[in-house]
């Protein structure tokens, strides 16, 4: 494979606007100049993660977490370099084609072998259903109105009813242990038994946005009540429930087109419509409506239809789901079917032109939701509850205006008042735990030994974000290893030194994008965020360097005393040690006038 040029990569970088990728991934609140979130690395009551609209950047003040896009991508999707570069560049539309990526064994990711390890569970299960032993299954899914070419374009198999069907094969392809602990796929018991977690289950394989696998869900076929209807794979590295949207890999083009995605809740739903010829399309994954799969949505389009089942659990979770997409400025509909039937049934029953014609009249969102509580008929105890019930389960408003429409509308049908609404709102434990922002992230504290420490930090925190070249010039002439005590600040030092020699413009960024100590380049990643605050450069850094060259002398000056008091005890005459103390103590008077704006001008 050919190495991605680096201009290829910068091209992906700025392709890539670092606020529209992590708010795909988190919810985040602009404060100021900067977008503001709880860390997706670390748990956290308040937000201390930062993202830099400007600077294109990432930090959490919490666990130091900090980076570019690509870095974000990296450490969310569990991904090498080579393919998040290759999963950034599909996103932003950049052909790397000639640059085709098939990592060697020791380059895969972990998520690589989970994928792979997927794909082989793929073929077992298709290979199971089309075998003997899927007989049961092929005329379940015959009597449902399956037909072959749906099954075979969502990969839909069988699990047999064996304990070590999948477990035969990956013991074949000698596959580590860790990664089938890893996969959920493969379950080892208390006493290191191990085992296929599915077993006799239709399967209906989940695929991510990038048509990687990365889960299943299995429907049982047996009719034993004491069975779980549905079963999904367990949350892993690869599979989070919560930004996982069924078919979303094969239909977003036509969302995209159609700018309207239709919401189902179950697979057979979405295989269903989709065979009708409904292709914009998705489904839920083994879980209920999300926060995070409103945003997802919203990246695709700014329309949709929840067709949801027909009875009272279904209308409940379509609310639900519609309180979730609303406040992300998605125009929101409820798909109305009569109370036994669900998209799978209905459709197959009355045909595609007509269900067509039924989401056409899908009814809007808030009087659906009016009809379905009716809430002037409530006695106030009942109202106040209702409305308590639905605040909580409100989505984050993407925009004020989206949400003092939606309050506004809430505050017609329930009779309140829309100020007490947002007193309501805010109420919301989870709610207000999201929208506080510490004060302190973006200049927390800093604790040092000495004035002169605190200068160190002050002179790394000005080389790394000043722009002026006469600052960055006189660096390595003046600036000393030896004038540096703070172990961490010096190694530091150490290191951005002989980068800005060769590049004297080169960004703080760029300084820790090439940094391969990982604390530093945290590090420098926090004062590119923190940014440069000195009204005056240039005097900052003479008088820090002043304070450094003062802290020395007054140390030797110390050291001095010392061994003068060790002559005096001896009855030695100390004259060398009088004659180098005469000499310091002239050097720290004279030292102000040695450190002056001249040190910035060059020959």
């Known amino acids: 494979m050919a190495r991605i040029p680096e201009h290829i990569i910068e091209q992906i970088k700025e392709s890539n606007d670092i606020v529209d990728v992590v708010s795909s991934y988190i919810s985040l609140t602009r404060k100021g100049q900067n977008y503001w979130a709880r860390c997706p690395f670390h748990q956290e009551k308040t937000a201390s993660f930062s993202v830099s609209p400007s600077k294109q950047i990432y930090h959490c003040f919490g666990c130091g977490a900090g980076g570019n896009v690509v870095n974000f991508v990296m450490a969310y999707e569990k991904l090498t370099f080579p393919e998040t570069l290759h999963m950034l560049a599909e996103r932003s539309g950049i052909n790397l084609d000639e640059y085709s990526y098939r990592p060697t064994e020791e380059e895969k990711s972990i998520s690589s072998h989970l994928f792979e390890l997927h794909k082989l569970a793929i073929d077992i299960y298709e290979k199971a259903l089309a075998s003997p032993a899927g007989k049961t299954a092929r005329e379940y899914l015959i009597k449902r109105g399956f037909?072959?070419?749906?099954?075979?374009?969502?990969?839909?198999?069988?699990?047999?009813?064996?304990?070590?069907?999948?477990?035969?094969?990956?013991?074949?392809?000698?596959?580590?242990?860790?990664?089938?602990?890893?996969?959920?796929?493969?379950?080892?018991?208390?006493?290191?038994?191990?085992?296929?977690?599915?077993?006799?289950?239709?399967?209906?394989?989940?695929?991510?946005?990038?048509?990687?696998?990365?889960?299943?869900?299995?429907?049982?076929?047996?009719?034993?009540?004491?069975?779980?209807?549905?079963?999904?794979?367990?949350?892993?590295?690869?599979?989070?429930?919560?930004?996982?949207?069924?078919g979303l890999h094969k239909s977003r083009d036509e969302i995209r087109k159609t700018d309207t995605v239709l919401i189902v809740e179950g697979y057979m739903d979405l295989l269903q419509l989709w065979q009708n010829g409904f292709r914009?399309?998705?489904?839920?994954?083994?879980?209920?409506?999300?926060p995070d799969h409103a945003r997802i949505i919203r990246r695709f389009a700014e329309k949709a239809v929840l067709c949801y089942d027909g009875d009272e659990a279904g209308q409940k979770a379509a609310v639900k789901a519609g309180l979730m997409l609303a406040p992300r400025g998605i125009v929101c509909k409820i798909l109305k079917l009569p109370p036994k039937e669900d998209p799978d049934s209905y459709v197959r029953q009355v045909g595609s032109e007509a269900f067509s014609e039924?989401?056409?009249?899908?009814?809007?969102?808030?009087?659906?939701?009016?009809?379905?509580?009716?809430?002037?008929?409530?006695?106030?105890?009942?109202?106040?509850?209702?409305?308590?019930?639905?605040?909580?389960?409100?989505?984050?408003?993407?925009?004020?205006?989206?949400?003092?429409?939606?309050?506004?509308?809430?505050?017609?049908?329930?009779?309140?008042?829309?100020?007490?609404?947002k007193k309501?709102?805010?109420?919301?434990?989870?709610?207000?735990?999201?929208?506080?922002?510490?004060?302190?992230?973006?200049?927390?504290?800093?604790?040092?030994?000495?004035?002169?420490?605190?200068a160190q930090y002050q002179l790394i925190q000005l080389l790394i974000n000043t722009k002026e070249t006469e600052i960055r010039k006189a660096a390595p002439r003046y600036l000393k290893q030896d004038l540096f005590t703070h172990d961490f600040l010096k190694k530091t030092l150490k290191y951005i030194l002989p980068s800005m020699k060769d590049d004297l413009n080169i960004t703080g960024s760029a300084l820790a994008e090439r940094c391969t100590d990982n604390k530093i380049q945290r590090f420098i990643y926090r004062l590119v965020m923190e940014g440069d605050a000195f009204n005056?450069?240039?005097?900052?850094?003479?008088?820090?360097?002043?304070?450094?060259?003062?802290?020395?002398?007054?140390?030797?000056?110390n050291l001095i005393s010392e061994k003068l008091r060790d002559s005096d005890k001896k009855g030695e005459y100390p004259g060398e040690l009088l004659k180098d103390k005469q000499e310091l103590i002239t050097q720290l008077k004279t030292l102000k006038e040695k450190i002056n704006p001249d040190i910035f001008k060059t020959d």
């Open 536 to 557: 005056n450069p240039q005097k900052t850094f003479l008088d820090c360097l002043i304070r450094l060259g003062e802290q020395k002398i007054k140390d030797q000056l």
């Open 358 to 421: 039924i989401i056409n009249n899908a009814v809007d969102f808030i009087p659906f939701l009016e009809s379905l509580i009716n809430p002037l008929r409530l006695t106030p105890a009942r109202r106040s509850e209702a409305v308590r019930r639905l605040l909580e389960q409100l989505g984050d408003f993407s925009d004020p205006v989206i949400e003092e429409m939606f309050l506004s509308d809430l505050s017609r049908i329930f009779g309140t008042d829309m100020a007490v609404l």
């Open 280 to 290: 914009n399309i998705i489904a839920g994954s083994g879980t209920a409506f999300t």
């Open 424 to 454: 309501q709102m805010l109420r919301n434990p989870a709610r207000k735990e999201s929208e506080t922002i510490s004060a302190d992230t973006n200049r927390k504290e800093q604790r040092f030994t000495s004035k002169a420490e605190a």
């Open 147 to 246: 037909e072959e070419k749906t099954l075979q374009e969502f990969h839909v198999g069988f699990a047999p009813d064996s304990w070590d069907t999948l477990l035969k094969a990956v013991r074949v392809k000698k596959i580590e242990k860790s990664v089938l602990d890893d996969s959920g796929l493969i379950i080892t018991s208390e006493n290191n038994k191990q085992y296929d977690r599915f077993r006799n289950r239709i399967m209906f394989p989940i695929f991510d946005l990038h048509g990687n696998p990365v889960g299943f869900g299995g429907r049982v076929i047996s009719g034993d009540e004491k069975e779980m209807k549905y079963m999904n794979s367990p949350e892993t590295s690869i599979y989070h429930k919560s930004r996982i949207l069924y």
